[in-house]
């Protein structure tokens, strides 16, 4: 018998406490999360109730205070920067709220980066960074400098950059929050696209539209789950075999 796969993401009692100047303040206190493959989840929450930390930690961009951090079965709370950045590149692709694009390349070279540093060449990292910028509405964009273009175009260049490498994990912190209404249509649907495909999501939105199209949404207070909601059950993968004490409030 195969043993049952792993999730794709699982915490246990995560916790975050930033130190300011000497005071305390808990960001994330005690998140048990589990999240499975293919799985499409919305965190959502108030501003300040820890959603950016916690999707910070999962992708190895801020270290954890107390608790563990597991990705595909391995834990990763231990590793090195390097071993994180190493596991990025191949398996985690994250879309930022400030976008962080490398302002000296043009939006096509941004968006090839990943592929070429993971030993594509350099015609399948420009047939991937084509079929991306099509699909967000960017191919006219791909030779201008990341400063000469507008928030939502940068916002949606960081998403191509983030999918290039077809990762296992997507994680973004507030991917729409720039866009007007035709290009979140058009993130939408490559979301969609990518959620159809299998990869797993994990995001942080305020935007109900955004969240209507996810499996489950987490709700975030104070550090805290307090509510965890299937969606669309009739689209969800079984879970399997899995114990973990997430808190579910269903309805
Ligand atoms: N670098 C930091 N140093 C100190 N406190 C921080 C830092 N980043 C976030 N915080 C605090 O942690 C809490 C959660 O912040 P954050 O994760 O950004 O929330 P959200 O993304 O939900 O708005 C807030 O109280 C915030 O002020
Ligand atoms: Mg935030």
């Known amino acids: ?50 959603k950016s930390t916690l999707i910070h930690m999962l992708g190895g961009l801020d ?18 920067e390097s071993a994180w950045a190493v596991l990025r590149r191949k398996k985690v692709g994250f879309v ?8 000296n390349m043009t939006v096509a070279d941004n968006v090839e980066l990943p592929a070429l540093l993971t030993g594509a060449s350099a015609k399948e990292a420009r047939a991937r ?20 273009l507008s928030g939502g175009e940068q916002q949606r260049v960081a998403l191509a950059r983030a999918l290039a490498n077809q990762p296992r994990l997507l994680l973004a912190d507030e991917p729409t929050g720039n866009l007007d209404s035709r290009n979140t249509r058009d993130v ?49 993968r079984p879970r399997g075999g899995t114990t973990g004490d997430v808190i579910e409030l269903r309805g």
Not at 207 to 226: C, K, P, T, Y
Request: no cysteine; proline share 6%; aromatic share 4%.
């Open 1 to 50: 018998m195969t043993p049952p796969l792993a999730p794709v993401v699982r915490t246990v009692n995560l916790e975050k406490i930033y130190q300011n100047g000497g005071v305390p303040v808990p960001a994330v206190r005690g998140v048990d999360l589990q999240i499975e493959e293919g799985e499409f989840v919305a965190i959502m929450g108030p501003s300040g109730s820890g």
């Open 63 to 80: 270290a954890r205070t107390n608790g563990e951090i597991w990705l595909d079965g391995r834990r990763v709370d231990t590793l090195s």
């Open 96 to 103: 930022f709220q400030f976008f962080n694009l490398v302002a």
């Open 129 to 148: 960074r084509e079929e991306l910028l099509d699909a967000l509405n960017l191919t006219d964009r791909a030779d201008a400098a990341p400063g000469h």
């Open 188 to 236: 939408l649907r490559l979301l969609g696209r990518v959620h159809a495909k299998g990869q797993t999501i994990a995001l942080v939105t305020h935007d109900a539209r955004v969240a209507g199209m996810a499996d489950r949404v987490i709700s975030l207070l104070d550090g805290q789950i307090v509510d965890d909601a299937d969606v669309a059950p009739a689209r969800r």
